[in-house]
């Protein structure tokens, strides 16, 4: 069985990205398959991918052994590895990127997490990560927690485009949205081109694995869907800005919504809940290759999000009358997600080590 329903997501106007990277996909004409058959538009990545298909497979140990003698650190071997990759990744997408007039076709590198507290320190691998890859079609990760934001800020302003992560809410959003405003408005001031490009990721399912035992069970599997339409609401409201309209005016771009953690982590719920609940024009869903599978099998769409929110202040509501802290869970999930990060990370750098010792 087959669906059609990707080809409608793409009419729709949201672009369709794979949340995975492996040498394997690449290897193995996976990705572009995606890419020529399932209108995968763009893909991102993040440290627990890297730790699992390095300590799990034997894909990157000939590339390891390699560099066992140039002395590289387990950081300095795992950005080679992923650069590698990434470039390669952002080959596939260079005609994607090229047809959209550079709208789409990204791919997307994380800033090493245990920065998150120095701006300049998270600035300057942007900076130096994006001149490595040296692919005009590659984002850098950046949290858009309060100490994320500065660095977003100075890194657009610098000309590196940003994939700003670990969003949870339309608040936090906007905190996200006006981070890259400022950069914009600093590079008109200094009369550089305010033709950037970045993307807002918002985290969904989290929300319903946090309350999933806490609501009732009409609620269940409705909270992320919400938030995601409130989010989209205030996406729109500052498209439709005067601030933007200024710098659009110049020659600026938005920076897209984009949809993440829309894997479903409730079985008994469907498995591309939050890809047909959150379609939407000039949006991206980045999707594990799981979701997107079942999405290309048997998808389908259930129309586009609601330009003012939909339902979602009622469903909120609803949440809030049951005993759940919207703003205080905001907080918390963009805080465990950062803490997360940081393990993924230190688990990383390990398999590398561990894995480096055994070739070596």
């Known amino acids: 069985m087959t669906s059609d329903a990707p080809k409608q997501l793409n009419r729709l106007g949201q672009s369709l990205w794979l949340d995975n990277i492996t040498r394997s996909l690449l290897d193995s004409g996976t990705l572009k398959g995606y890419i020529d058959n399932k209108f995968v538009t763009g893909l991102t990545s993040n440290p627990t991918i890297f730790d699992h298909a390095i300590s799990r497979n034997s894909w990157y140990d000939a590339e390891i052994r390699r560099q066992l003698n140039n002395g590289l650190s387990s950081e300095a071997l795992f950005f080679k590895l992923a650069v590698q990759d990434l470039t390669r990744a952002a080959d596939l997408f260079s005609p994607v990127y090229a047809r959209t007039g550079t709208v789409d076709g990204f791919v997307s590198l994380e800033v090493s997490p245990l920065l998150a507290y120095d701006t300049q320190a998270t600035v300057a691998q942007a900076k130096l990560l994006h001149l490595q890859a040296n692919k005009p079609n ?152 799981e979701t997107l599978l079942a999405f290309a099998d048997h998808g389908k769409l259930a129309g586009s999000l609601p330009r003012d929110g939909g339902d979602a202040e009622t469903i909120l509501l609803a949440h809030t009358k049951a005993g759940i802290d919207l703003v205080a869970l905001a907080a918390r999930l963009q805080s465990d997600g950062a803490k997360s990060f940081v393990d993924s990370w230190h688990e990383l750098l390990g398999a590398i080590n561990a894995k480096s010792k055994v070739l070596a």
Do not use: C, H
């Open 138 to 289: 590659l984002f850098i990760k950046i949290p858009g927690t309060s100490e994320g934001l500065p660095a977003i800020e100075e890194a657009i302003f610098a000309g590196v485009p940003v994939n700003v992560t670990l969003l949870f809410s339309a608040e936090q959003y906007r905190a996200a949205a006006d981070a890259y405003l400022k950069g914009l408005e600093r590079r008109v001031a200094a009369g550089l081109s305010p033709d950037m490009r970045s993307v807002a990721s918002l985290f969904v399912s989290r929300w319903d694995r946090a309350v999933m035992d806490k609501v009732p069970a009409e609620l269940r599997n409705t909270l992320g869907i919400a938030v995601g339409r409130q989010s989209y609401k205030a996406y729109r409201d500052v498209l439709e800005s005067e601030r933007f309209q200024r710098l659009e005016n110049l020659g600026a771009r938005a920076q897209r919504l984009l949809f993440a953690s829309t894997g479903t982590k409730d079985k008994n719920a469907s498995d591309t809940l939050y890809i047909s609940g959150l379609a939407a024009p000039n949006t991206v869903n980045t999707m594990p290759e």
